[in-house]
């Protein structure tokens, strides 16, 4: 059996994943952070959540209302990005 590999050009501001079709696309580096910035912030969300039922006094009440609410903030701040990204033809949903 022969394999072949096909070599893509180096893009500096770009890494390389594949889309639902296996094709390869360039993605932009700053998606990859907004993504990420996307589950932190839904992380903080759940954290908050789990951590409200569990606590035991008003001080971790106090610390898990703030995380939710930044969590909810950036997470509004994120989605706005993403649209501003979809706007510019920059977001691909398949990576």
């Known amino acids: ?3 072949f590999a096909v070599m893509l050009p180096a893009m500096p501001d770009r890494t390389v ?3 639902p079709f296996g094709e390869l696309q360039s993605v932009k580096p700053c998606d990859h952070h ?3 910035v996307l589950l ?3 992380r903080m969300i759940k954290l908050a959540d789990d951590g409200d039922d569990d606590r035991e006094d008003t001080g971790c009440g106090i610390l898990y209302g703030m995380l939710r ?3 909810y903030k950036i997470k509004q ?3 706005a990005e993403k649209l ?3 706007a510019k033809g920059w977001w ?3 990576c």
């Open 1 to 3: 059996m022969i394999i």
């Open 17 to 19: 994943a594949s889309n």
């Open 34 to 36: 907004l993504r990420k």
């Open 40 to 42: 932190l912030a839904e």
């Open 69 to 71: 609410d930044s969590g």
């Open 77 to 79: 701040l994120a989605e």
């Open 84 to 86: 501003n990204h979809i």
């Open 92 to 94: 691909d949903e398949h």
